[in-house]
């Protein structure tokens, strides 16, 4: 498959282009980039890899099957519905839509131009929510109870202000994801959030999300970007005991350090030993080896759905499903109470 990527900010550059280039069975075949400074960091990072200056301009070029949308929020939805138009099959970064409502006439356009939309939820893919995955299927739990998950970056400069950005949307966009993905659908959702001064304007910088889910497990998420703190943490609690671990986001830590994927897939993602996770059961402590965090199968992922065999990595409708929780959250947190999904 030949793939274009949207925009090479740093969703672009560091979340996307190294797990497009490792994934096998896909070439990265275009970029789309306007700013002197970005078209040279795609010669430097990407040389020989076409640079053009809009969506437009590449699909006119020619030879590519699908696109990743990696462009502000605010400019996803006009981009998505132009490849949508070009017959092409499309990757949005999430929040991919505005709204719920917006999430589901993005996938009627591509249920009826007959082509695949997935949304990047790569965090299904993080080390530490496969390894904890693997505990929960284990039924070493027995029966579970509630998750706890926290995900704090101390990372001020990428607080996206005003109306259409927020922590919420952003961190909240992954961490709900993952609650979906590992414990079902949810009924209702009680959230709390931190407001900050931006220059766009005021918005959440960080906050606490309490959802109930329909088989009776309860999940709590909390984010903060500005609080000068770095933890990921998981824990996991149900009848026969707990499981804790607080690990690092080790892939994108790798990838800020200069390491590529390609560059070693096969010791790629791995957490040290000495940050696996701690499962605790009837007087046993035991250390639970890491998975491999693997943003590279997401993108194979897509490419089998585009050939027909399988669902998308990340639905539409379950990128749906989460913006519903992402929309219930805020206006649970203006309205201080708890609200139905």
């Not at 006119?60 to 132009?82: C, M, N």
């Not at 402590?285 to 890491?290: N, W």
């Amino acid at each position: 498959m030949r793939l274009g990527l949207v925009g090479y900010g740093t969703g672009g550059r560091h979340f996307h282009a190294p797990y497009i280039s490792a994934a096998d069975g896909i070439q990265l075949v275009g970029v789309v980039a306007r700013a002197p400074q970005t078209v040279a960091r795609v010669g430097e990072d990407l040389p020989g890899v076409p640079v053009h200056a809009s969506l437009a301009d590449m699909i006119k070029a020619g030879g590519i099957d699908a696109v990743t949308i990696s462009t502000p929020p605010q400019t996803r939805r006009e981009l998505v519905l132009e490849a949508i138009a070009a017959g092409l099959h499309v990757v949005a970064d999430k929040p991919f839509a505005p709204s719920a409502a917006v999430a589901r006439e993005l996938g009627e356009a591509a249920e009826r131009a007959g082509v695949v939309l997935a949304v990047y939820h790569n965090r299904r893919f993080d080390a530490d929510v496969l390894t904890l995955k693997k505990v929960i299927e284990s039924g070493e739990l027995g029966e579970l109870w509630r998750i706890h998950s926290r995900m704090e970056f101390d990372d001020p400069a990428t607080l996206e202000g005003g109306p259409t950005g927020g922590l919420l949307r952003d961190l909240g966009s992954h961490l709900v994801d993952q609650m979906l993905w590992l414990l079902g659908p949810v009924r209702s959702v009680s959230a709390y959030w931190d407001m900050a001064h931006t220059a766009e304007g005021r918005t959440d910088a960080g906050f606490v999300l309490n959802l109930q889910h329909a088989l009776g497990v309860h999940s709590h998420l909390s984010a903060s970007k500005l609080n000068r703190l770095t933890v990921r943490e998981f824990r996991a609690y149900g009848e026969h005991g707990s499981y804790v671990s607080s690990g690092t986001d080790v892939q994108t830590q790798a990838i800020f350090s200069g390491s590529r994927p390609a560059d070693d897939l096969k010791g790629w993602g791995y957490e040290k030993p000495e940050l696996w996770g701690t499962l605790r059961t009837r007087g046993k402590e035991t250390r639970i080896p890491s998975e491999q965090g693997r943003y590279h199968w997401y993108y194979e992922s897509f490419l089998r759905a585009v050939q027909g065999h399988g669902p998308a990595p990340v639905t539409v409708e379950e990128a749906t499903a989460t913006l519903a929780i992402l929309d219930a959250a805020r206006v649970s947190a203006m309205e201080g109470r708890t609200v139905d999904v």
